[in-house]
T-cell receptor, first 109, second 116 residues
Framework: SQQGEEDPQALSIQEGENATMNCSYK?????LQWYRQNSGRGLVHLIL?????REKHSGRLRVTLDTSKKSSSLLITASRAADTASYFC?????????FGEGTQLTVNP | DTEVTQTPKHLVMGMTNKKSLKCEQH?????MYWYKQKAKKPPELMFV???????INESVPSRFSPECPNSSLLNLHLHALQPEDSALYLC???????????????FGDGTRLSIL
């Protein structure tokens, strides 16, 4: 399986701090995606990074991809209480999108 | 508000009932998906439709029957479900599907299904 493993499983920080989540996977990929899920809601796509890209930015989000280490990280800068959610990495190799176990981020006001 | 609409939001049914979940998108996407998500776990792929044809069935039990009447609609027909089928059922869509597609998926807010 190329399911991603995320680290940490849970992260609690204060508002204004940065949050970093990591994702590791096992096989080659076409792209890696990050999604956010608020409690009781569907998943929201945050950012997609292709296998030939190393870093990508979107607003307060920064994603890196190291295909040699089969790992990715998601950095959320200047976190807000509204960033409290579960964050999933998802790898796409072949035709399927496979989700990691997720990181539960809590941002305390 | 999400661009993928799922109805109903909540559904309680007995093991002998027949019900259907509905999903609709008007983004012109040609791929649609059903996922099952248990509490505190990631979504698990059930079915993929591409251009209204079933492309992937992840060995889902036959008590779940998908249907794609047209490019905007996706249904999931339920019959004789078991208590372990209680979960959040998520519908998603993407512009394209396939090995080399680099399109993100857009998710609905899901149907919370409880089997008595």
């Amino acid at each position: 399986s190329q399911q991603g493993e995320e680290d940490p499983q849970a992260l609690s920080i204060q508002e204004g701090e940065n949050a970093t989540m990591n994702c590791s996977y096992k096989t080659s990929i076409n792209n890696l995606q990050w999604y956010r899920q608020n409690s009781g809601r569907g998943l929201v796509h945050l950012i997609l990074i292709r296998s030939n890209e190393r870093e990508k930015h979107s607003g307060r989000l920064r994603v890196t991809l190291d295909t040699s280490k089969k790992s990715s990280s998601l950095l959320i800068t200047a976190s807000r209480a509204a960033d409290t959610a579960s964050y999933f990495c998802a790898t796409k190799g072949g035709s399927r999108l496979t989700f990691g176990e997720g990181t539960q981020l809590t941002v305390n006001p | 508000d999400t661009e993928v609409t799922q109805t109903p939001k909540h559904l309680v049914m007995g093991m002998t009932n027949k019900k259907s979940l509905k999903c609709e998108q008007h983004m012109g996407h040609r791929a649609m998906y059903w996922y099952k998500q248990k509490a505190k776990k990631p979504p698990e792929l059930m079915f993929v439709y591409s251009y209204e044809k079933l492309s992937i069935n992840e060995s889902v039990p036959s008590r779940f029957s998908p249907e794609c009447p047209n490019s905007s609609l996706l249904n999931l027909h339920l019959h004789a479900l078991q208590p372990e089928d209680s979960a959040l059922y998520l519908c998603a869509s993407s512009l394209t599907w396939g090995r080399y597609s680099n399109q993100p998926q857009h998710f609905g807010d899901g149907t919370r299904l409880s089997i008595l």
